[in-house]
């Protein structure tokens, strides 16, 4: 038995009565045209028509009715890695974060910027694939592609802030709100804090 292997996201069928009264089905994919005829006779045609009817109920049945979406490489992801939270975006990296919700936060913002949304997963420590779309799109305003304000952010990257009771100035690297700011030491942007308690922060005025 023969065996032909095509790849089409679109394939095409097409079934047509000859002059002659042959049946013919057609198949088109990858720019090949499969030809199947199948005679004159009443009863085949018939058994054409019940083949392609239960193909199509098992297309809703079997596949369209349990359809799971399964991670691609050109989706998004959030995993942890170094204690720290990876963001990738169609295969490019965004960058890293110190916790889910900021990364989440940042997927979000990366979709707007580069006009892409596709499927957001969550790779967790074993590995498997967790959808995490509704916890990115709610960051996205109703139209879907732009930012909803993000509630209580008070600084911008690059802000001089104090923290807690200490004489020593810090510099914000990002504020999210409610997920927090982060800070690193001035002078050494290799010494983070993740900062969730905002009344920790203080201005720098002077």
Not at 51 to 72: F, G, P
Not at 152 to 166: A, E, I, L, M
Not at 193 to 201: N, W
């Amino acid at each position: 038995m023969a065996s032909v292997d095509l790849y089409d996201e679109e394939p095409e069928f097409g079934v047509e009565r000859h002059e002659d009264g042959d049946v013919e089905l057609t198949i088109r994919a990858e720019d090949t045209r499969i030809r199947i005829t199948i005679g004159r006779c009443y009863g085949n045609a018939s058994l054409l028509g019940e083949s392609l009817r239960h193909l199509a109920e098992d297309v809703a049945e079997n596949i369209l009715d349990r359809w799971e979406d399964t991670a691609d490489e050109f989706d998004a992801y959030v995993g942890f890695d170094r204690g720290r939270y990876q963001v990738s975006l169609e295969g490019v990296r965004v960058g890293d974060y110190p916790s889910r919700q900021v990364a989440e936060i940042e997927l979000a913002r990366a979709m707007v910027a580069a006009g892409v949304f596709p499927n957001a997963w969550l790779v967790t420590d074993h590995g498997n694939h967790v959808a995490i779309n509704d916890d990115i799109r709610r960051w996205h305003d109703a139209g879907g592609d732009q930012m909803v304000p993000i509630p209580g952010v008070q600084y911008q990257p690059g802000d001089r802030v104090w923290h807690g009771h200490g004489d020593w100035p810090y510099r914000v690297v990002g504020d999210w709100g409610p997920a927090g700011v982060e800070i690193h030491t001035e002078g050494d942007p290799t010494i983070r804090c993740h900062v969730t308690d905002r009344d920790a922060l203080r201005p720098d005025t002077d």
